[in-house]
């Protein structure tokens, strides 16, 4: 029996995308609307592809309008198994992503709870929090030291950090010693209690990853190496984890669930890195943390997005038994403003967020985010480029 108002369910009328110009990658924000008024919020960020993602609605459209938000796995299904390229679309997941957590968010505002609690309720009651973005004003090995105790004040536990520069393939003997300093400044400065993640950005080839990996294994405080190769070298990954003592991490580039099925199977990967938008979604996401644990792999969420998708992340965070950790930019690398233009920020206390408490995914979008719309001139930043640390903050 249907329990809602009317018996026939919502039907969503209009959806709007917000292209918002932060300064090192535009956000996407998703705004559904049903024929009774409500409103529900998605996030739909695409690196270097944000326009994209907004000119797609056009070809999408017919999955979603008219469709009733309360049968999101219907609507979502539909939408994946009529799509030709399936999971090699990232526009087209992103999308359906975005859609979906504001269906989620819909369901969650009309039973008036957060939705992790229609899902199951949470087995964390809060979640471990890394830094990361808290290094756009070094200029020198003495300001990474600087920058890492200031995260430590803070009451981080653990912090991650690409001290490699520009460099891709080979590093210069030249880039390798200095990526060494680095690494070794912020050690000294933050010890062995708080743990270092390292993060490779799949700059380097197998055996230049597999010899920065053998210098982390000096310290005990590494919590793992991110993304060492390229990610579709899923063979490369294979070698580097069975050949140094440290944690493998990787996932954030993988396209839904089907992407970590290889990964898992070959024990490519200690740490699995499913972002939300990258997926298909919230469920699609609980799916890839089922299948980690299936396999005694632990999960640490990818979120280098916008503060919508902080929330969501934070949802399925709260369902997954074998989180390790969640990413949080929030606090370090978002523009002043990022919280004049939505009505929550996550809560840290001594490395820990608090899980939202509104219905829902717990955030909406301000009117005033229209005064934050950005253009084709508002690049997204290069991570191959000299001085990206500082993702165009100064």
Sequence with gaps: MDMRPGGDGMKITEVRPY?????????????????????GYGEATVFNGQFSVASRLKDVSRFILGKDPMKVRRLIGEWFV??????????????????????WDLIGKHYGSPVYEL????????????????YTAINDVEDWAKAAKKVKERGYTALKFDPFGAGSGFLSNEEFKRSMEIIRAVHDEVGDDTEMLIEGHGRFNRSMALKI????????????????????????????????????????????????????????????????????????????????????????????????????TLNVDALMPNLKIQEMFDEFAYPSWAWDVVTGKPEV?????????????GIELKEKVRDYLATEKDPDFNLFSSGWEKRGFS
């Design 349 to 361: 206390v001594n490395g820990y967020a608090k899980l939202p408490e509104r219905p829902g995914i």
């Design 119 to 134: 899902l199951g309720g949470p087995v964390n009651d809060r979640i471990r929090v890394y830094a990361n973005g808290w």
């Design 213 to 312: 990996g053998k210098e982390l294994e000096r310290y005990d405080n590494i919590g793992w190496f991110e993304e060492p190769v390229i990610p579709e070298d899923v063979e490369g990954l294979t070698i580097l984890s069975r050949s140094l003592r440290i944690p493998i991490a990787a996932g954030e580039r993988f396209i839904t669930r089907y992407d970590f099925v290889d990964p898992f199977v070959r024990g490519a990967i200690h740490i699995a890195q499913p972002d939300v938008i990258n997926t298909g979604g919230i469920i699609e996401t609980l799916v890839i943390g089922a299948m980690a644990e299936a396999h005694n792999i632990a999960m640490a969420p990818h979120q280098a997005e916008g503060p919508i998708n902080t929330f969501i």
């Design 19 to 39: 292209i918002v110009r932060n300064p090192w990658k535009k956000w996407v924000f998703i705004e559904l609307e049903t024929d009774d008024g409500s409103i």
């Design 82 to 103: 009529s799509t030709f390229n399936r999971a090699h679309d990232m526009v087209n997941v992103a999308l359906i992503s975005g859609v979906e957590a504001a269906c």
